[in-house]
T-cell receptor, first 115, second 115 residues
Framework: AQKITQTQPGMFVQEKEAVTLDCTYD???????LFWYKQPSSGEMIFLIY??????QNATEGRYSLNFQKARKSANLVISASQLGDSAMYFC????????????FGAGTTVTVRA | ETGVTQSPTHLIKTRGQQVTLRCSSQ?????VSWYQQALGQGPQFIFQ???????GRGNFPPRFSGLQFPNYSSELNVNALELDDSALYLC??????????????FGEGSWLTVV
């Protein structure tokens, strides 16, 4: 079964607007962590934001925020005030405990920011 | 800059050959993981090393093997290369597992083409 589902293969967003990237996950473990990464065409995976399953508040990191809805098993990434440099592939990933040594990734969403 | 460096960045090998990819983890990070990312897909976990011991493995055949050295750098070896091994190979490092492993940094990857 797919652990991470990203249903949006590609999205276009206007510069300076906000964009929401969807991510749903599947786990029966009560303790898990959710990650978002950005991957430009160069290939490097850039860590953006982390949300723990027991965290009470939604994670935020600068222009990135994570809309964590535990009951719905969703962890959507919101990018505010999009910039041209935000054009990239974005991956949602999950790490489960106690088997917490690996990240399970979704298929990714390509974001293209238009001037 | 994540502090994780990988080499080589690009290489071409012939089917049946062997390849070694290298990774230097961020200073102080004792856990290194390797991922394979085929074109257009999310990364797939290969294995992880913690303090020089393999402590987790994904669904990859034994011809994928690795090492971690006392300075926590790591190697990924692939024997008997197949065309389907063509992919981006990503190395990730973190400080242990559990809560300490919530910050996971990736290198820029090694692009392997098998012809």
């Amino acid at each position: 079964a797919q652990k991470i589902t990203q249903t949006q293969p590609g999205m276009f967003v206007q510069e300076k607007e906000a964009v929401t990237l969807d991510c749903t996950y599947d786990t029966s473990d009560p303790s898990y962590g959710l990650f978002w990464y950005k991957q430009p065409s160069s290939g490097e995976m850039i860590f953006l934001i982390y949300q723990g399953s027991y965290d009470q508040q939604n994670a935020t990191e600068g222009r990135y925020s994570l809309n964590f809805q535990k009951a719905r098993k969703s962890a959507n990434l919101v990018i505010s005030a999009s910039q041209l440099g935000d054009s990239a592939m974005y991956f949602c990933a999950m790490r489960e405990a106690p088997v917490d040594y690996k990240l399970s990734f979704g298929a990714g969403t390509t974001v293209t920011v238009r001037a | 800059e994540t502090g994780v460096t990988q080499s080589p960045t690009h290489l071409i090998k012939t089917r049946g050959q062997q390849v070694t990819l290298r990774c230097s983890s961020q200073s102080g990070h004792n856990t290194v993981s390797w991922y394979q990312q085929a074109l257009g897909q999310g990364p797939q976990f290969i294995f992880q090393y913690y303090r020089e011991e393999e402590n987790g493995r994904g669904n990859f055949p034994p011809r994928f093997s690795g090492l971690q050295f006392p300075n926590y750098s790591s190697e990924l070896n692939v024997n008997a290369l197949e065309l389907d091994d063509s992919a981006l190979y990503l190395c990730a490092s973190s400080l242990g597992t559990g809560e300490n492993g919530n910050t996971i940094y990736f290198g820029e990857g090694s692009w392997l083409t098998v012809v």
